[in-house]
């Protein structure tokens, strides 16, 4: 069975950095489309950023475009989501998802991890 595991949540201060890792096991991420969700209390999951897999092209949501990053590394089977000058509104539960394929567009993830809470304090 495939598993994502997130580590690196936690509790930072307006304007502060988290990173997120997103290990994946028991299948390969190299030819896979992955991302980050997020989701608070009400309201539905909403897409953050996007990698597809060969050329790494990336896609944003446009609250967080150009203070976080995502990146790849096939070879440890990672993602990572760098959040950098996090406000308020970023506290959320991140979750890390794969697709099928290498592209992610017109398709629902088909594994999801557990999710990690980030907390940014005002």
């Known amino acids: 069975q495939v598993q994502l595991v997130e580590s690196g949540g936690g509790l930072v201060q307006t304007g502060g950095s988290l990173k997120l890792s997103c290990k994946v096991s028991r299948t390969l991420i190299s030819d896979k489309a992955m991302g980050w969700f997020r989701q608070v209390p009400g309201k539905q999951r909403e897409l953050v950023a996007t990698?597809?897999?060969?050329?790494?092209?990336?896609n944003y949501t446009e609250f967080v475009r150009g203070r976080f990053t995502i990146s790849r590394d096939n070879a440890k089977n990672t993602v990572y989501l760098q959040m950098n000058s996090l406000k308020p509104e970023d506290t959320a539960v991140y979750y890390c998802?794969?697709?099928?394929?290498?592209?992610?567009?017109?398709?629902?993830?088909?594994?999801w991890g557990q999710g990690a809470q980030v907390t940014v304090s005002s």
């Open positions: 998802a794969s697709w099928r394929l290498w592209h992610w567009r017109n398709a629902d993830p088909a594994y």
């Open positions: 990698i597809t897999s060969g050329s790494g092209s990336t």
